[in-house]
């Protein structure tokens, strides 16, 4: 089992930014990949940013959804329990709760977990 708890969303300006943190506890040694995701009011939850741990990049391979490239870096820990996503240039558009994601592979199969969500609100 894996926990999961978000933290840094908040209210913020346009053109501001934040830093979300996610921790992750319990059965993390089988961690093969953190993520974001976000959920706006009436929209689909959609990956924001995602790093996995690959055998050939063992810094992690990440990837993001093509409306933050450039505006959202995410990170990790060296244990890949801790995961962050720092914003910046934020847009109203980004206003959502954010969600962490933990992938744990098993060996015999994989596992996704999911934090309880942090909210973002982008406005003047």
């Known amino acids: 089992q894996v926990h999961l708890v978000e933290s840094g969303g908040g209210l913020v300006q346009p053109g501001r930014s934040l830093r979300l943190t996610c921790v992750a506890s319990g059965s993390i040694f089988g961690v093969a990949a953190l993520g974001w995701y976000r959920q706006a009011p009436g929209n689909e939850r959609e990956l924001v940013a995602s790093?996995?741990?690959?055998?050939?990049?063992?810094?992690?391979?990440?990837n993001y959804a093509d409306s933050v490239k450039g505006r959202f870096t995410i990170s990790r820990d060296n244990a890949w329990s801790t995961v962050y996503l720092q914003m910046n240039s934020l847009k109203p558009e980004d206003t959502a709760v954010y969600y962490c994601?933990?992938?744990?592979?098993w060996g015999t199969g994989s596992t996704r977990y999911w934090g309880q969500g942090t909210q973002v609100t982008v406005s003047s």
């Open positions: 994601n933990a992938i744990v592979d």
């Open positions: 790093i996995t741990k690959l055998r050939s990049n063992p810094l992690g391979d990440t």
